[in-house]
């Protein structure tokens, strides 16, 4: 079953206005991960955030993680139209298996 | 990271028919898995590939529906049995690369059950 809910489901916005999205998850896990999935193809990775990090960084990405809220966000600065894209967040229980969220739909507007 | 590769990349079939799924991976690791997305959908776990024992399976999948095989620390194949138009989904492998717990995905097979 899905451990992880995304919020919200779908987001548009202008290209280079930035883009937040959040993934509450129910039980303590060992870390997360944030995934690009472009038009159904296969997906790509993006960040993992152990349980013992409140943020991490790469490039336009940031990440957050609150333990104490079963939360974690993710934060795209300066879209442009190649972030279109769907993101999961998927959380590991310490045993590698991947629980993944719905999903956010994010639609870059030229 | 490693570098996935899955075969086919789609496929369109007839119901009551199977399809094997391969994936290959550049390098030994030791953590494969199958997921399947269906139709807008997020992902959920098929099974976890043990090399040279039978896999795991997650609670609703199981192993006549979804024959595994793992030979080596690099290859991994899914079976879709006596296919149905439900099975329609991208089917994807990923593995867990160099013990720092992040997982990478293979391009993913999208089916069609006619």
């Known amino acids: 079953s899905q451990q992880g809910e995304e919020d919200p489901q779908a987001l548009s916005i202008q290209e280079g206005e930035n883009a937040t999205m959040n993934c509450s998850y129910k039980?303590?896990?060992?870390?997360l991960q944030w995934y690009r999935q472009n038009s159904g193809r296969g997906l790509v990775h993006l960040i993992l955030?152990?349980?013992?990090?409140r943020e991490k960084h790469s490039g336009r990405l940031r990440v957050t993680l609150d333990t104490s809220k079963k939360s974690s966000s993710l934060l795209i600065t300066a879209s442009r139209a190649a972030d279109t894209a769907s993101y999961f967040c998927?959380?590991?229980?310490?045993?590698?298996?991947?629980?993944f969220g719905a999903g956010t739909t994010v639609t870059v507007r030229a | 990271s490693a570098v996935i590769s899955q075969k086919p990349s789609r496929d369109i079939c007839q119901r009551g028919t199977s399809l094997t799924i391969q994936c290959q991976v550049d390098s030994q690791v030791t953590m494969m898995f199958w997921y399947r997305q269906q139709p807008g959908q997020s992902l959920t776990l098929i099974a976890t590939a043990n090399q040279g024992s039978e896999a795991t399976y997650e609670s609703g999948f199981v192993i006549d529906k979804f024959p595994i095989s793992r030979p080596n620390l690099t290859f991994s194949t899914l079976t879709v049995s006596n296919m149905s138009p439900e099975d329609s989904s991208i089917y994807l492998c990923s593995v867990e690369d160099r013990g720092y717990n992040e997982q990478f995905f293979g391009p993913g097979t999208r089916l069609t059950v006619l």
């Open positions: 998927a959380t590991d229980l310490n045993d590698y298996k991947l629980s």
């Open positions: 955030i152990r349980s013992n990090e």
């Open positions: 039980t303590s896990i060992n870390n």
